[in-house]
């Protein structure tokens, strides 16, 4: 059989994912420290566990509304207006799925047509511009750079605009660079989205990892909620990963058009999943809260480390990611990335690989216990004292 | 900013001021201070470390005995408990609410020796009423630390997006 010509081009297309070809590298090599890692180190709060486990007991194992469980949908208005006053329909207005991933490629799907243009701004997490292509869009990348703190700039997003602009991502609090933007930031952005009638993906997954400033829901802005697709979940917040759980919020016609696709791929999120996320959002607060202030202190103590060292690293005010330039060793980001797993043992990922502007930077991700962080920044340091 | 500090000296009290005070960003003469006054406070009581003896070949037993008391007029239980507590044998005494009313925790090389420390000194003490004495067989979780047989590894994968 020759598959290569049997598979859809579409898919052929999809370029390997960057981060991919680093794992590979980094299997076999022993007595690595990974700052490497995009989730939580810790595990779920047990109570969450608990909770799902008694589910099970129950007898909960059925299918769920397409929508998911209306109790789960409620529970997250509520938060939604507890947060940042947004009021959404639980019946039709949210809609629960299979991580927030899911829940972006039902967007996605629901919005594109074939050539519409979808406004990225980079670095960002790896999987935006492949669900784009593969959902028939076109990525237009804005590049955000080091200088204003890695947030979108208007000017750089009047200039990335064309007739088939359609849709603007907004991810921020920031993998991988933790950047974060406020209010101000935000109000100019959607003056350029209402004038060019855009309609916005706001990924919020991190949103409750906002270590300074206040966090500030794009919907929640003027004029906003009706053109903005809210996305969140429950992996890093609650350390939940493995769930796969994650939620959309938005006006009714389009969570329809995700939900039409929703309940012929996914049928529904797993209920386990489900009641493990009620549980998370009625009592999760104070555990939340544990691993929110343990994130904060390390992320303090990455910072300096890296600054000591002499890789100027901005503040990341939220996420779990620091993200140093590494211009000053000469080196690019996978050089820098590779050299450091085979002459250090330590594992960063290269910043290219969020796209070009991540060139020069690595992403150290500080979801790791303090003793290991410690140890990886004085393994870093003998290592950059090298070549510098 | 105080219980900050006392919180991660709590979960290690290997920490060193300059740590603290990149953790909470506070300055570090400000930590050195703040844990100086605790410490004269005696809010730092000490400065221990959580071992799990179980592990050893050290053989030690643990009991805890429920002590009902008559309280005393004027001084009511802590003249009693301070009889107890001043007994090396005796690691830990709580005042209790419920059933009983001290809570005693005692050390020693036997069963019979915990045994024997209760029959000769503890019941023995005037306005003692009572003493249960029940062996600790094995510790799942102390102070908030969960007692395994193995440090458990990073699941994780080591590499992800």
């Known amino acids: ?31 690595v420290i990974s700052l490497g890692v995009g989730e939580p180190d810790f595990v779920t709060p047990w109570h969450i566990n608990e909770a799902s486990i008694y589910s099970l007991e129950q007898g909960s194992t059925m299918y769920t509304s397409n929508y998911g469980l209306l109790s ?10 507890s947060k940042h006053e947004l009021t959404y329909n639980p019946e039709n207005e949210v809609l629960v799925t299979v991580g927030v991933s899911e829940a972006l490629d039902l967007a996605l799907r629901a919005l594109l047509s074939e050539g519409d243009e979808l406004l990225l701004p980079e670095p960002c997490y790896v999987s935006y511009e492949p669900s784009t292509v593969l959902a028939g869009g076109k990525v237009v990348r804005v590049k955000t750079s080091a200088q204003d703190n890695f947030k979108l700039r208007a000017d750089d997003l009047k200039k990335a605009i064309t007739d088939r602009s359609k849709v603007l991502v907004l991810c921020y609090p920031n993998n991988p660079t933790g950047a974060t933007m406020d209010r101000e930031d935000l109000l100019e952005i959607s003056q ?25 829901s794009f919907a929640s802005l003027p004029g906003m909620r009706k053109r903005t697709i809210v996305f969140n979940g429950f992996s890093k917040a609650y350390a939940m990963t493995g769930w796969r759980i994650g939620y959309a919020a938005a006006p009714k016609p389009i969570i329809n058009a ?49 600054n000591d060292m002499g890789l100027d690293c901005f503040e990341p005010k939220g996420a779990f990611y620091a993200f140093p330039s590494i211009k000053k060793t000469g080196l690019s980001s996978e050089e820098f990335a590779q050299r450091l797993l085979e002459e250090a043992g330590v594992v960063v990922i290269p910043g290219n690989v969020f796209g070009e502007s991540g060139e020069g930077f690595i992403r150290c991700s500080y979801a790791s216990s303090l003793e290991n962080i410690t140890e990886a920044l004085a393994r870093m340091k003998s290592f950059v004292k090298k070549l510098v | ?91 830990s005494v709580f005042l209790m609410s419920g059933g009983y009313d001290l809570s005693v925790k005692i050390e020693g090389r036997s069963m019979r020796e915990v045994a024997l420390f209760v029959a000769e000194k503890l019941a023995t003490i005037e306005h003692v009423q009572s003493t249960a004495t029940h062996f600790i067989l094995k510790t799942y979780k102390k ?19």
Request: proline fraction near 4%; hydrophobic fraction near 40%; glycine fraction near 4%.
């Open chain 2, 1 to 91: 900013m105080n219980d900050d500090i006392l919180e991660l000296l709590e979960s290690n009290s290997r920490l060193s001021p300059d740590k603290i005070s990149t953790m909470l960003d506070i300055p570090q003469e400000k930590v050195e201070k703040v844990i100086k006054v605790l410490e004269e406070e005696n809010v730092i009581v000490k400065y221990c470390t959580l071992i799990d003896w179980d592990k050893t070949e050290r053989d030690i037993v643990y009991a805890l005995i429920d002590v009902k008391v008559t309280p005393e007029r004027g001084v009511g239980f802590d003249a009693v408990a301070k009889r107890i507590y001043k007994f090396s044998e005796v690691s």
């Open chain 1, 1 to 31: 059989m020759n598959w290569e010509q049997i598979i859809s081009p579409r898919i052929q297309d999809v370029p390997p994912s960057g981060i991919r070809k680093f794992f590979d590298m980094v299997s076999g090599v022993d007595d």
């Open chain 1, 258 to 306: 995700m939900m039409k696709i929703h309940q012929y791929t996914m049928l529904c999120a797993p209920i386990m999943s489900q009641k493990a996320a009620l549980e998370a959002l009625v009592n999760g607060d104070r555990e939340r809260k544990k691993m929110f202030k343990a994130y904060n202190q390390r992320r303090r103590v990455i910072v300096q480390g890296l």
């Open chain 1, 72 to 81: 789960l949908r409620e529970e997250i208005a509520k938060f939604l207006y």
């Open chain 1, 192 to 216: 350029i989205v209402e004038e060019n009638d855009l309609i916005v993906l706001s990924d919020e997954i991190y949103g409750q990892l906002t270590y300074e400033g206040e966090y500030v």
């Open chain 2, 143 to 161: 102070d908030g630390i969960i007692f395994k047989k193995d440090k458990k590894l990073d699941e994780r994968l080591v590499v992800s997006p």
